[in-house]
């Protein structure tokens, strides 16, 4: 009898509800920008950040652990609990969007996430690894976002557990996937203390936001320089094909990311307003959607069991990214400047979709009939790290 956990179509199922997520917090964006939206609902603008962070990145996170801890061989368990971790953060997303009760959105994801950190447990009992500890943390900075949300906690003031989650959710999948090459203790050590440091910034925030947010921001600069100073982006960059666009992508969220946290470290802690904006979305969109964007051929095809082969054009969604951030962050927030905060805002979500358009249409053409050297070897390294993620834990 086939495995479920190997059936494409069970998978992407359980992709939709993370792509309604994206769509409908796009749209609350909009809203956000005092922009007029194609879809205007009262309650949109307050859960965009929970609907962006654990609805579209949450379930996309968990799908990928489930399917990472599908059984690989044939002595092994089947977890077939493993899949309500996507499926309850997938749910609570559809159900924030919907007109239930938010309180039924929230539980969901406290129990999706609950679940998630399940799912780290058990990883880290098949192969006890640093980079399984970092995700595991970052699993935790979920739990403890929707929690604190679900108990009414405004979502200003529990953004340090969202921020954890996202960041170390990363920087462990960078560990995971940088292991091509020897890695170095120094890395593992340097990461694992940012990591355990950065969930201590989250937690001291809620009781002493000012140095929560310092002890945040130190960790989030050092983590930084621990990933420039051993990743293997920094090679990869003077490369070809999807190594180099990978290289890219990563280089420019390490930069956002440092920006974030050199925010918090001088100016201390911020709830709203321009630096409020700014850090969020140096975070979220500056560090997250630029991995994202640069992962996407690897992630996705473990997940999907379908290739996305990278084309040239993927630059064009990565360069919109950064270039609207920078309107946004260095013109709009830093001065002030209504205008910008608004094009930057609006060029954010035009790159998003943009990217998503360009997958979808890259995995519909399938790989170019006659690829050049370069995307042969891009391609081959693709490959490499794609197996990689299917065998992590």
Known sequence: MENPSRRPLARLTLLLPAGVALLAGLDAALTLLGLPAPVE?????????????????????????????????THERARPWAWAAPASLGLGGLLLVSPAPLVAGRVCQVVGSAVLVALYVAAWRRRADPAIAIQGLGAVGALGAATLWAAGVPVPDLAPWLVAFLVLTIVGERLELMRVVPVPPAAEHGLLAGSLAVVAGAALALVWPGLGTAVLGLALVGTVAVLLRFDVARRTVRGYGLPRFMA???????????????????????????????????????????????????????????????????????????VTLLLRVLVGDARDVAWAVQGGGVGNIVAVLAFVAVAATSVLLGAPARPPRSAVAADAAGARGTSRVEVAA
Do not use: C, K, N, Q
Request: aromatic letters at 8%; charged letters at 10%; a positive charge.
């Open 41 to 73: 609902l009262d309650r949109l603008p307050d859960v965009h950040g929970p609907l962006m962070v654990l609805g579209f990145v949450g379930t996309l996170v968990a799908l990928e652990r489930a399917v990472a801890l599908a059984p690989s061989r």
């Open 248 to 322: 890219a992508a990563m280089l420019g969220a390490f930069g956002w990311l440092a920006v974030a946290g050199a925010i918090w470290l001088v100016g201390g802690p911020a709830t709203s307003g321009v630096r409020y904006d700014a850090v969020l979305h140096a975070v979220f969109l500056g560090f997250v959607m630029s991995m994202v964007m640069a992962h996407a051929p690897v992630i996705l095809p473990a997940v999907l069991r379908r290739p996305l082969p990278y084309r040239p054009v993927m630059y064009a969604p990565l360069v919109t990214l950064h």
